[in-house]
């Protein structure tokens, strides 16, 4: 089974760019590296593949950049070796080892490397890669990868494409009820044992937790995991680390550093709020959402039905959050409010400087026009739509 991801490395691969993956771990990047050396054995493509996770491998690498050709044959003129490289993270300077086989032998050497942990491709991916790389992210499932996983193609095109025939809504709003509580974990969603989906989330909760513990190095894992399972029971809220600083007794830079291992582990998403000429508009404080709702869920040790959890309209807005950051920039997904709590959920500014704005609700019944006067008579050139639970699934967010 490949990633949608899939198709677009492969359309990179001519390129002289280093292909940089990056997302979380058991996203599957590792088969999609697979997949993508059998694609090119195939072609009769010279293709190599390391992991830096073999340690003897990564002790030679680490000693010099020119140490590959004792591991793999040196490319001949004329000819193009491609190189698929597992968790380059863990080399010393992957800036240095990239940037010195890009530069002198970049036309004979094409690099395709992994990342899961962007906090280290941060720190160690220098500017001098600049123009020298093209990063894609991989997340776990959304819907439409789902439905393909689980071998339901023909339901695919209809998400986010409209009307979905009566034919199938039953069918889709199953998927879409399971989805919300057990997130897109390949593993996950290709495990039809509830208890087995359950003990997979917990075991890779306490893996992430430990593995984001350990390579950034930070002090106090029990805060750590606190302060996860206080951002995995906010979702859709103000995140008030000031406030978090003296509840658990810590210092605000902490929790700032500890957010932001959150967030380049590619557990958590951060919203800015939108603002534009209104003194009285909030300017400060994000919005969190979680990147899988499995590994939410896991943290709060529910997993209840969707139809008798009380937070299944947060769960519905982090949904809508994660397909509009599908089809825009993260950046450019905002939420609006005042200092008088007046909001909307979403505002997307698009690249043609135009905007639109969308309000969640479980149930359209509780949309109320009148509640959103203000935002409508500050902003008449940003139209509003309500998204429902009916029509979440429905509604084309492509053009965000």
């Not at 984001?212 to 680390?241: C, T, W």
């Amino acid at each position: 089974m490949k990633r949608f991801l899939y198709s677009s490395i492969i359309e990179h691969l001519p390129k002289k760019q280093i292909t940089l993956l990056v997302g979380a771990r058991q996203v599957g990047k590792t088969t999609l590296l697979r997949q993508v050396q059998d694609y090119l054995e195939a072609e009769g493509s010279p293709v190599f593949f390391l992991s830096m996770e073999n340690m003897q491998t990564l002790k030679l690498l680490n000693e010099s950049p020119q140490n590959l050709f004792q591991l793999i044959p040196a490319p001949t003129l004329g000819n193009r070796t491609y190189i698929l490289m597992d968790e380059i993270q863990y080399l010393d300077n992957p800036s240095n080892f990239l940037k010195f086989h890009y530069d002198t032998a970049g036309d004979q050497l094409k690099f395709l490397v992994t990342g899961s942990s962007h906090f280290y491709i941060d720190k160690k991916f220098k500017d001098s890669m600049a123009g020298r790389k093209r990063i894609m992210e991989m997340p776990t499932l959304g819907l439409d990868e789902v439905l393909h996983f689980r071998g339901r193609d023909e339901l695919v095109p209809y998400v986010g494409a409209g009307q979905i025939p009566q034919l199938y809504k039953d069918e889709m709003m199953q998927h879409v009820y399971d989805y919300l509580v057990y997130g897109g974990y390949p593993e996950v969603v290709l495990s039809n044992d509830i208890t087995e989906r359950k003990e997979i989330l917990r075991e890779l909760r306490d893996s992430c937790v430990k593995k984001d513990v350990q390579e950034a190095g930070l002090h106090h894992p029990d805060l750590y995991l606190r302060l996860m399972k206080i951002a995995a029971d906010q979702i859709g809220s103000l995140f008030n680390l000031n406030a978090l600083a003296s509840e658990l007794s810590a210092d605000n830079k902490t929790l700032q550093n500890y957010l932001w291992v959150m967030r380049k582990s590619f557990h958590v998403h951060c919203v800015s709020p939108f603002h534009k000429r209104v003194a009285s508009e909030l300017r400060k404080m994000p919005k969190l959402f979680f990147a899988d709702f499995g590994l939410r869920n896991s943290l709060l040790n529910d997993f209840s039905p969707i139809g008798v959890r009380e937070d299944r309209g947060e769960l519905l807005e982090n949904y809508v959050y994660l397909r509009l950051k599908q089809f825009a920039e993260e950046e450019r997904v905002k939420y609006w409010r005042t200092q008088n709590k007046q909001e909307v959920d979403f505002v997307v500014q698009h690249d043609d400087g135009t905007a639109a704005a969308y309000e969640v609700k479980w149930n359209a019944a509780a949309f109320r026009a009148s509640k959103y006067a203000y935002f409508r008579k500050t902003y008449p050139e940003i139209p509003l739509e309500c998204i429902s639970l009916f029509n979440a699934i429905e509604v084309d967010l492509r053009s965000a």
